[in-house]
Nanobody
């Protein structure tokens, strides 16, 4: 069992920045990657960014490329999502998740993840 706890959400004006954190605990030894997803009201959950624990390979959804950066601190079992130049369409609940999928990059499908955090609200005003 893996527990994930997100923090860092909040309100920001368009063009501003936020940094999300996700701390993993429990049986993390077979967790190969972490992903950030988001879900806006009335929309499906979508992939935002992913990172491999071991080699820090990263991948991003097209809407956030160049604006968001995912990183990890292996010693603290923490993954970060730095969000810059934020837009109103970034407004959503953001979730971190972990997977035992060991491909080169973190998977983009939510079904490939088996442990999820509770989510943190991010609101970007125009």
């Amino acid at each position: 069992q893996v527990q994930l706890v997100e923090s860092g959400g909040g309100w920001v004006q368009a063009g501003g920045s936020l940094r999300l954190s996700c701390v993993a605990s429990g049986r993390t030894s077979l967790r190969y990657a972490m992903g950030w997803f988001r879900q806006a009201p009335g929309k499906e959950r979508e992939f935002v960014a992913g990172i491999k624990w071991r080699n820090a390979n990263t991948n991003y959804a097209d809407p956030v490329k160049g604006r968001f950066t995912i990183s990890r601190d292996r010693d603290k079992m923490t993954v970060f999502l730095q969000m810059n130049n934020m837009k109103p369409e970034d407004t959503a609940v953001y979730f971190c998740a972990t997977t035992s999928n060991n491909n080169i990059y973190a998977p983009r499908e939510s079904a490939d993840y088996d442990s999820w955090g509770q989510g943190t609200q991010v609101t970007v005003s125009s």
